[in-house]
Structure formats: C-alpha cells, structure tokens
C-alpha cells in the first residue's frame, strides 16, 4: 500500500511538471504558455513584416502580460473601456493596421489598455496599487516582471542559474 502511495505521488508531481514546464507566465492564476507566446509571435511576425527574432518574441510577451495585468487590474477597480475605446487609443499609438488582424488585435488592444490605465494612474493613485497587486509570476527563463519599470518585463542574464529567453 506505500509503494502504491509513493509511486501516485511520484506520478502526480511529474505530470505537474510536465504541464507547468511550457508556462511562460502566469497572471492572476491564467497561464500564459510557450505554445500560445509561440504562435503569437509568428502571427505578429507575418503582419509586421518583421523577422522572428528573440526580441519580437520578448516585445510579445511583455505586451501579452501588460494586457492581462491592464485587465485585471481595471477589474479590481470597475474600470473597463469598450472595444471602441481601445480601438480609438490603439490607433493613436500607431497600432491601427494591427486592429484588422483579427488574430493578433486583441494583444494590440491590451496594449491599449495598459497605456490608458497609465494615463489614468496619474490621476489615480488606487490604480497604480491595483497594477501592483496583480499576481504575475514569470518563469525565470523570461525575466522578472517589474510593472514600475520603463520595461515591465526585464530580461534574464543568460547565466547558468538564469538561463537567458530562448
């Protein structure tokens, strides 16, 4: 009856292993994975004219983890803005073309989010707090998250102990 006991246990934390091994991220408890960052940047990529490179991949997953955090901290507050809205600022900051695609427009209208919610934290201080607040756990192959920052998502070293985004 112990080994039985002993090999579930063994059993269930490889399993457990193996389905938190491809999280990039976690916000607020949502996963973000390799496969969803993967297939975002390719799609980002196509739409840009721009190469896959390890910096489109970084610009991805910042904006990705920006607009959850954007989200769920407007959440907190009641704060929400209408696709119109994100649309309309979206297009102001230059991501217009991206809004048509849409595959990637959503992580354009994140973005979106995050940079109004900035705008409004000036006046706001509540908001910065609920920004602060957000769980944001990043796998340590992809940085540290850093929401005060100029970049929000800062990179690795590429040490042996932190190895660097890949």
């Known amino acids: ?4 006991a002993a090999v579930t246990v063994v059993l269930t934390l490889g399993l457990t292993a193996c ?5 990039v991220a976690t916000v607020a408890g949502d996963r973000i994975t390799e496969a969803e960052l993967d297939e975002l ?10 190469e896959l490179s390890l910096e489109l991949r970084y610009s991805v997953l910042t ?13 907190d ?11 309309s600022f979206a297009e102001r900051m230059g991501y217009g073309p991206y ?3 849409p595959e990637i427009a959503d992580l354009y209208r994140g973005l979106a989010r995050w940079n109004a919610l900035a705008t409004l934290s000036q006046e ?3 908001l910065t707090d609920a920004v602060l607040n957000v769980n944001v756990e990043v796998n340590p192959r992809y940085g540290d998250w850093d929401p005060t920052g100029q970049m ?6 590429g040490s042996l102990s932190v190895p660097a985004m890949r």
């Open 152 to 157: 929000p998502l800062l990179p690795t070293t």
């Open 124 to 126: 706001r201080r509540e």
């Open 63 to 75: 904006s990705l983890i920006a607009g959850d955090v954007s989200e769920q901290a407007g959440n």
């Open 77 to 87: 507050l009641g704060i929400s803005f209408s696709e119109a809205q994100l649309n």
């Open 19 to 23: 389905q938190t091994g491809n999280t």
């Open 41 to 50: 940047t390719a799609k980002v990529a196509e739409a840009s004219g721009d």
């Open 99 to 101: 809004l048509a695609n």
């Open 1 to 4: 009856m112990r080994l039985l």
